[in-house]
């Protein structure tokens, strides 16, 4: 059984105070509208008894018509079952609770063979298939005539919503606000523009900065590098939002400014060549004593090569180098490394899941404001990170 806190004023799952009391919709829509998507986001779970009509009145100071008017109208669809001296339950009609409109899905990103977006789309399947929603991966590479083929006769290739990581052009969020003025259901993962008016889930690598520089820190790392690519505002952020968690910290300390360092490739760029590896060895090892002894690289892929390239010049992770990367991808890319990795860990597959419960919600209800969702990140303490060698 589940309880609620109602001396704090927390008597019923979802928060009441979205509900506008304003003459332009009626309020007990409203409060059906919130409800069968929380139900269909699987905040209230099939067979789960709601909390009491009067709990949503006191809570949502709404009115005894208006939450009856709600209620009756969602049991008339299915939704749910009320029982007389019992209460109100979700249904466990799967049918019931897993019928949307759409049916196939396009799911985009630059390289769709990457361990990233194999992860993220892990997800994504694992949501759809509840709904019984086809999900295609679609690559929508990195030139803008690549890009925007990707939405050319979108809706005749049967697509009917789309979702995806977009290294993107403004050309190619125009062609974005352009379906979305059609009512066409989209939802972008990692990145969020408030000039495209429409839902996202991103990753929290502001605290993953940060998590890691204490990480460094406590563990007496005062040079630190990091590598990773170019930031392309607004379109891609990571090292820009890495970086403020790192300032944070250092400022919420009241630390001293340390050594830190960064080198930063384009977004495409070949991690093979001999050059670039040993473009990054020089930028490791030079100033000889004072050199850095710690790595923070945007990725788990830059982590693990950059390790290998250590390994081939006698270097020891983390013994001469500490390396965190980003990602704690399951498959470990860039392997194989002699250690597990420690690094930030995202939840590509929880965001893959929560895109498309967005992308269902948004068809249902093409008129409710945009959300933004941000999921939390921590520190996976592995073996490549440990203290400084005095």
């Known amino acids: 059984m589940e309880l609620f806190n109602i001396d704090k004023g927390i008597a019923v799952k979802i928060d009441l105070n979205i509900i506008h009391k304003t003459p332009d919709r009626p309020l007990y829509l409203q409060l059906k509208e919130l409800l069968r998507d929380a139900i269909k986001s699987h905040v209230y779970t099939p067979g789960e008894k709601l909390e009491s009509e009067r709990e949503f009145i006191r809570e949502g100071e709404l009115s005894y018509p208006t939450v009856s008017r709600a209620f009756k109208e969602l049991s008339d669809e299915g939704l749910l079952i009320r029982k ?32 990233y977006f194999k992860e993220l789309f892990t997800g994504v399947k694992n949501e759809c298939a509840i709904h019984n929603i086809k999900a295609e991966p679609v690559a929508s590479g990195f030139e803008l005539d690549e890009e925007l ?29 352009k379906l979305l003025r059609q009512n066409f259901p989209i939802s972008i993962i990692a990145t969020y523009f408030r000039q495209l008016p429409c839902d996202a889930v991103t990753l929290d690598n502001e605290n993953g900065g940060y998590m890691v520089m204490e990480h460094l820190w406590n563990l007496g790392h005062r040079k630190v590098c990091y590598l990773g690519n170019l930031p392309n505002y607004p379109f891609f952020m990571n090292p820009i939002e890495i970086m403020s968690g790192i300032t944070r910290f ?31 060895l020089d930028f490791l090892t030079e100033d000889g004593k ?59 597959r929880e965001a893959g899941r929560q895109a498309v419960r967005m992308l269902i919600s948004r068809a249902d209800f093409p008129d409710q404001i945009p959300v933004r969702l941000i999921l939390s990140s921590h520190l996976v303490d592995r073996n490549t990170a440990g203290p400084v060698r005095r």
């Not at 609770?97 to 630059?110: D, E, Q, R, S």
Request: with cysteine.
């Open 149 to 177: 083929h990707i939405f050319e006769n979108f809706k005749s290739r049967g697509f009917d919503g789309a979702l995806g990581v977009p290294f993107m052009s403004v050309e190619l969020c125009q062609e974005l606000t």
């Open 290 to 348: 004072n050199r850095t002894t710690a790595l923070i690289c945007q990725g788990d892929k830059m982590a693990c090569d950059s390790i290998k390239i250590l390994a081939r010049a006698g270097l020891r992770v983390p013994e001469d180098y500490s390396v965190v990367g980003f990602g704690d991808l399951p498959h470990g890319p860039g392997k194989p490394i002699d250690r597990p990795l420690t690094t930030i860990h995202w939840q590509l």
């Open 250 to 280: 250092l400022h919420e300390r009241g630390i001293p400014e340390i050594n830190f360092r960064k080198l930063l490739f384009p977004l495409r760029f070949d991690d093979k060549d001999p050059a670039v590896h040993r473009k990054i």
């Open 84 to 115: 007389v001296g019992a209460g109100t339950f979700v249904t466990t009609n799967r049918k019931i609770l897993n019928a949307t409109k759409l049916k196939k899905i396009a799911v985009f990103y630059y390289n769709t063979e990457t361990p």
